[in-house]
Protein backbone atom coordinates (compact mmCIF):
# COMPACT_ATOMS: atom_id res chain seq x y z
CA UNK A 1 0.00 0.00 0.00
CA UNK A 2 3.15 2.04 0.08
CA UNK A 3 3.23 2.66 -3.23
CA UNK A 4 -0.23 3.86 -3.45
CA UNK A 5 0.08 5.83 -0.66
CA UNK A 6 3.23 7.67 -2.82
CA UNK A 7 0.38 8.08 -5.60
CA UNK A 8 -2.30 9.41 -3.82
CA UNK A 9 0.34 12.12 -2.28
CA UNK A 10 1.49 12.84 -5.62
CA UNK A 11 -1.82 13.34 -7.47
CA UNK A 12 -3.64 15.47 -4.77
CA UNK A 13 -0.26 17.63 -4.38
CA UNK A 14 -1.42 18.49 -8.26
CA UNK A 15 -4.92 19.14 -7.39
CA UNK A 16 -4.37 21.20 -3.81
CA UNK A 17 -4.01 24.74 -4.52
CA UNK A 18 -1.40 24.59 -2.38
CA UNK A 19 -1.00 28.68 -3.06
CA UNK A 20 -3.65 29.93 -0.67
CA UNK A 21 -2.22 27.57 1.92
CA UNK A 22 1.47 28.39 2.24
CA UNK A 23 2.02 28.18 5.28
CA UNK A 24 -0.25 25.05 6.56
CA UNK A 25 0.31 21.80 6.47
CA UNK A 26 -2.49 19.50 4.90
CA UNK A 27 -2.24 16.12 6.30
CA UNK A 28 -5.19 13.25 5.79
CA UNK A 29 -5.89 10.36 7.62
CA UNK A 30 -7.57 7.87 6.61
CA UNK A 31 -8.45 4.87 8.92
CA UNK A 32 -10.59 1.54 6.93
CA UNK A 33 -12.87 -0.35 9.44
CA UNK A 34 -14.14 -2.30 7.30
CA UNK A 35 -14.09 -3.70 3.36
CA UNK A 36 -15.29 -5.66 0.66
CA UNK A 37 -14.06 -4.98 -2.60
CA UNK A 38 -12.96 -1.99 -4.70
CA UNK A 39 -10.84 -0.62 -1.16
CA UNK A 40 -7.96 1.78 -3.18
CA UNK A 41 -11.59 3.62 -5.26
CA UNK A 42 -13.08 4.19 -2.04
CA UNK A 43 -9.91 5.59 -0.29
CA UNK A 44 -9.83 7.89 -3.51
CA UNK A 45 -13.19 9.29 -3.69
CA UNK A 46 -13.18 9.46 0.61
CA UNK A 47 -10.43 11.64 0.65
CA UNK A 48 -11.59 13.48 -2.28
CA UNK A 49 -15.11 14.00 -0.63
CA UNK A 50 -12.67 15.05 2.67
CA UNK A 51 -10.59 18.40 1.58
CA UNK A 52 -14.20 19.14 -0.21
CA UNK A 53 -16.17 19.28 3.30
CA UNK A 54 -12.97 20.72 4.97
CA UNK A 55 -13.19 24.06 2.79
CA UNK A 56 -9.34 23.21 0.90
CA UNK A 57 -9.76 24.40 -2.98
CA UNK A 58 -9.02 22.10 -5.31
CA UNK A 59 -8.46 22.30 -9.03
CA UNK A 60 -10.97 19.41 -9.51
CA UNK A 61 -12.60 16.88 -7.60
CA UNK A 62 -10.79 13.41 -8.58
CA UNK A 63 -13.31 10.05 -8.59
CA UNK A 64 -12.36 6.90 -8.91
CA UNK A 65 -13.45 3.20 -9.37
CA UNK A 66 -12.75 -0.58 -9.64
CA UNK A 67 -13.18 -2.19 -12.80
CA UNK A 68 -12.69 -6.14 -12.96
CA UNK A 69 -13.65 -8.94 -15.83
CA UNK A 70 -14.89 -11.90 -14.87
CA UNK A 71 -14.25 -14.01 -18.32
CA UNK A 72 -17.56 -12.47 -20.21
CA UNK A 73 -17.70 -8.99 -19.47
CA UNK A 74 -16.34 -5.82 -17.40
CA UNK A 75 -18.23 -5.46 -13.91
CA UNK A 76 -17.72 -1.92 -11.44
CA UNK A 77 -17.65 -1.62 -8.22
CA UNK A 78 -16.17 -5.32 -7.29
CA UNK A 79 -17.13 -6.66 -3.91
CA UNK A 80 -14.07 -8.49 -2.03
CA UNK A 81 -14.89 -11.67 -3.73
CA UNK A 82 -15.50 -10.62 -7.19
CA UNK A 83 -11.96 -9.17 -7.10
CA UNK A 84 -10.70 -12.47 -6.08
CA UNK A 85 -12.80 -14.05 -8.86
CA UNK A 86 -11.90 -11.54 -11.59
CA UNK A 87 -9.29 -12.35 -14.45
CA UNK A 88 -8.22 -8.77 -14.63
CA UNK A 89 -8.96 -5.79 -12.11
CA UNK A 90 -8.61 -2.24 -13.00
CA UNK A 91 -8.63 0.66 -10.30
CA UNK A 92 -8.36 3.85 -11.93
CA UNK A 93 -8.75 8.02 -10.93
CA UNK A 94 -10.37 10.42 -13.09
CA UNK A 95 -10.67 14.06 -13.36
CA UNK A 96 -13.35 15.34 -14.73
CA UNK A 97 -13.06 18.58 -15.70
CA UNK A 98 -10.11 17.58 -17.64
CA UNK A 99 -10.83 14.45 -18.58
CA UNK A 100 -7.64 13.03 -17.40
CA UNK A 101 -6.90 9.28 -16.00
CA UNK A 102 -4.59 10.34 -13.29
CA UNK A 103 -4.02 6.88 -11.66
CA UNK A 104 -4.41 3.22 -13.40
CA UNK A 105 -3.21 -0.05 -11.89
CA UNK A 106 -3.92 -3.37 -13.21
CA UNK A 107 -4.26 -6.49 -10.84
CA UNK A 108 -4.91 -10.23 -11.27
CA UNK A 109 -3.88 -11.70 -14.09
CA UNK A 110 -3.79 -10.52 -18.07
CA UNK A 111 -6.62 -9.20 -20.18
CA UNK A 112 -6.74 -9.00 -24.21
CA UNK A 113 -6.18 -5.53 -25.75
CA UNK A 114 -10.16 -5.56 -26.02
CA UNK A 115 -11.14 -6.67 -22.77
CA UNK A 116 -8.47 -3.75 -21.39
CA UNK A 117 -10.28 -1.09 -23.88
CA UNK A 118 -13.69 -2.09 -22.66
CA UNK A 119 -12.66 -2.03 -18.99
CA UNK A 120 -11.18 1.11 -19.61
CA UNK A 121 -14.43 2.47 -21.00
CA UNK A 122 -16.36 1.60 -18.32
CA UNK A 123 -14.11 2.94 -15.95
CA UNK A 124 -14.47 6.62 -17.48
CA UNK A 125 -17.79 6.54 -17.96
CA UNK A 126 -18.62 5.13 -14.36
CA UNK A 127 -16.10 7.51 -12.79
CA UNK A 128 -17.91 10.34 -15.00
CA UNK A 129 -21.11 8.98 -13.62
CA UNK A 130 -20.05 9.36 -10.03
CA UNK A 131 -18.70 12.81 -10.08
CA UNK A 132 -22.26 13.54 -11.04
CA UNK A 133 -23.99 12.19 -7.72
CA UNK A 134 -20.55 13.26 -5.73
CA UNK A 135 -21.43 16.83 -7.01
CA UNK A 136 -24.71 16.75 -6.16
CA UNK A 137 -24.09 15.39 -2.52
CA UNK A 138 -21.96 17.93 -2.35
CA UNK A 139 -24.07 20.40 -3.09
CA UNK A 140 -26.86 19.18 -1.18
CA UNK A 141 -24.81 18.96 1.68
CA UNK A 142 -23.43 22.90 1.44
CA UNK A 143 -26.92 24.10 0.95
CA UNK A 144 -27.73 22.48 4.41
CA UNK A 145 -24.95 23.36 5.98
CA UNK A 146 -25.68 27.21 4.87
CA UNK A 147 -29.13 26.71 6.44
CA UNK A 148 -27.87 25.33 9.32
CA UNK A 149 -25.51 28.29 10.02
CA UNK A 150 -28.03 30.74 9.29
CA UNK A 151 -30.68 29.75 12.23
Known amino acids: MSEFTECLRTS ?3 LIMFEHY ?5 E ?5 LQQDG ?3 AAVINAISL ?3 EAGIE ?4 MVAVQVGYDGQSPMADLTYHEEKD ?3 VMTMSFL ?10 MAGGKVSLAVYDSMLSMGVEMCRELYKIMNQSLKEYAIKKLLFCQQ
Not at 28 to 32: D, E, H, Q
Not at 58 to 61: E, P, R, V, Y
Open 86 to 88: SEG
Open 50 to 52: ALV
Open 12 to 14: YEK
Open 28 to 32: VNLSI
Open 22 to 26: QKTRI
Open 96 to 105: PHTEEIDFME
Open 58 to 61: IKDT
Open 38 to 40: SVK
